[in-house]
């Protein structure tokens, strides 16, 4: 990969979960289009990897460890990407679990269960953008996009109640975000991916049985890959969607058209 000017030059943003999957994606992506990326993540040896490879092709990226869900430490994190440019003008809110094997119908799954799903994915997705925010708010505009899921529009996460709910309350806060903000010139919207091969769906993707399962509900008959998501984020992220505002783009093969 070449790093070039692109759409992104001169613009400075945060990425969360930048680790592995979408938030990866991403975070290579606009690094490629010439933005200086902060990169989050809770997994150190992976996100050093990322940062690796991004400076040693020309990029200009930082490892930054925190948990999105710890607001010391995702405070901290976006503070240091801040002050190491002079501001911020993107958040990519997109670090999440999913925890199928434990999470459950209402009446079953463990409360502690639910509040680690619902600290990382909804909590977390608000601290991040909490933090995020004021720094876009310092530099007068920016792009915001969080990272929602199908679940959160429709019930057929079939006993992941927490995730659906954390979901869900993603797609609220964005919308309220998107209103509320915009008079300050910074834009706020959301992707649903569907199926993306990412590891969050390892245990999907190598078991054969339960994959045809799966591609056999989604119209284009296929999982989506973690760059096709990203390409949508960047679009949002850009100047071309400069009067997109409040909305959520389903990256899912036609998943919700249904
Ligand atoms: N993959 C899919 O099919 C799919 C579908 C719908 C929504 N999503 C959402 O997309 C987002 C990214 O998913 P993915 O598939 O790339 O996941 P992934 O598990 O492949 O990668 C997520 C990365 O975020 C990091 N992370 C997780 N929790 C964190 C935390 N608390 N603090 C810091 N880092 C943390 C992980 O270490 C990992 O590197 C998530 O919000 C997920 O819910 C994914």
């Known amino acids: 990969m070449k790093y070039y000017e692109g759409r992104f030059s001169g613009k400075r943003a945060v990425v969360t979960g930048a680790s592995a999957g979408i938030g990866k994606a991403a975070a290579l992506r ?6 200086r990326v902060g990169l989050i993540s809770w997994a150190k040896e992976e996100l050093e990897g990322v940062a ?26 976006i503070d240091t990407a801040a002050k190491a440019w002079g501001g911020l003008d993107i958040v990519v809110s997109n670090a999440g679990i999913e925890l199928p094997f434990e999470d459950n119908t209402t009446d079953a799954v463990p409360f502690s269960v639910w509040q680690k799903i619902v600290n990382v994915n909804l909590t977390g997705q ?4 909490k933090y995020g925010l004021r720094h876009l708010l310092a530099a007068g505009g ?6 929602a899921s199908p679940c959160g529009e429709k019930g057929f996460c079939f006993k992941e109640h927490a995730y659906t709910a954390s ?6 806060l964005m919308k309220v975000m998107a209103l509320d903000y915009i ?7 959301a992707v649903i ?4 091969d990412t590891p969050m769906n390892a245990h999907v993707m190598s078991d054969p049985e339960l994959l045809k399962m799966w591609t056999s509900t989604i119209p284009i008959k296929r999982a989506g890959t973690a760059d096709e998501t990203a390409a949508v984020i960047l679009f949002l992220l850009s100047d071309e969607a400069a009067y997109v505002v409040g909305s959520a783009w389903a990256v899912d093969g ?3 058209a249904g």
């Open 167 to 172: 979901k869900g309350g993603v797609m609220s």
């Open 183 to 189: 008079a300050h010139n910074i834009r706020v919207n």
């Open 52 to 77: 690796h490879q991004i400076t040693t092709e020309g990029g200009v990226a930082i490892p930054l460890f925190a948990d999105v869900s710890n607001e010391d430490q995702i405070s901290k994190a």
């Open 126 to 129: 608000f601290l991040s953008c």
């Open 254 to 256: 036609g998943q919700l």
């Open 193 to 196: 991916p569907g199926m993306i």
């Open 142 to 147: 920016g792009a915001v996009v969080m990272v």
């Open 30 to 35: 606009l690094a490629k289009e010439g933005a």
